[in-house]
């Protein structure tokens, strides 16, 4: 009894107001963090080619930025540096007076309830592109780990709420949560990229963040994108090391890890949206071949839909805008 006639889904969808009441998944600007490329120098706004609407700002214009990102409802930012200079260690990345640790201040002090996020890597401060310490071709684990525990305590001191360690070291979330503990910042949460595949849709990220590798490519840490079964071990592992947030990059290729991590983990989920994916609907739309809006809110909603509770993206503020004209 349950087939056609009697049972006629469309009945439910006829029109708008039934439509919206049965919505299953929404989306809002509280959804979202905003990435942000910040650069020592003054008066900087440099697009950032591949990025349409990605900028590199000095400090100066990093207000105005971030006033505007607060002010669309987007909860926080997650912060990129470009450092004065690079060096096989990446010191800048754990330098009191770096470039994350600047921008930072200057957030915090003028709008203190907009959630500052720090990316914890060292792949933009390195000579050789690699996100640790390189010994004969090879990254180091160990060693990589102790830098971004300070690197992550550096971040805690200028004030960072949340600190993010990206670069897929084993045991870099054990490493972050003694630093910071250490350090006296028990409150400040991990947000784990716990699974981050080597993607091609970096591409246009490591052309914002200068930070190609020189050699080689990031396949001995980042995972296969083939394996879903180990993104899982790799969320686990996350978790009992203490992650407080667990991350899946990029989103688009990988909802199946969203949507497998959603059903195993009660843990807060984020999804980054990253630079590829937001490229191809930038390239696409200026070639009138999707209508941009449509194309985003359709992807964002479905990043949702497999289970992500916050979605990390450069279209956060275009959809924060978008989302308020719909109501
Ligand atoms: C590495 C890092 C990457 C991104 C952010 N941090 C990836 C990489 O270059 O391997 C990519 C983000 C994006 O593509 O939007 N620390």
Redesign the pocket.
Known sequence: MSGFPATRLRRLREGEPLRRLLRETRLTASDFIY?IFVTHGRDLREPVGPMPGAYHLSLDHLLAEVTEVAGLGIPGVLL?GLPAQKDPLGSEAYDDHGIIQEAIRVIKQAIPDLLVIT?V?L??YTSHGH?GVLEDGRVQNDATVELYARTALSHAEAGADVVAP??MMDGQVRGVRTALDGGGFQRVPIMA?AA?HASA??G???VA?A??PQQGD?RSY?LDPANGRVALREIELDIREGADIVMV??ALAYLDVIARARERFDHPIAA?N???E?SLIKAAAANGWVNEREAALEVLTGIRRAGADVIIT?HAKDAARWLSDRR
């Open positions: 990435p990129f990316d890597c792949c933009q996100c990206s670069g990229y981050k849709f970096y246009p990220f490591r963040a930070s190609a990031r980042q990059k990029p980054y990253v630079s590829g937001y450069y």
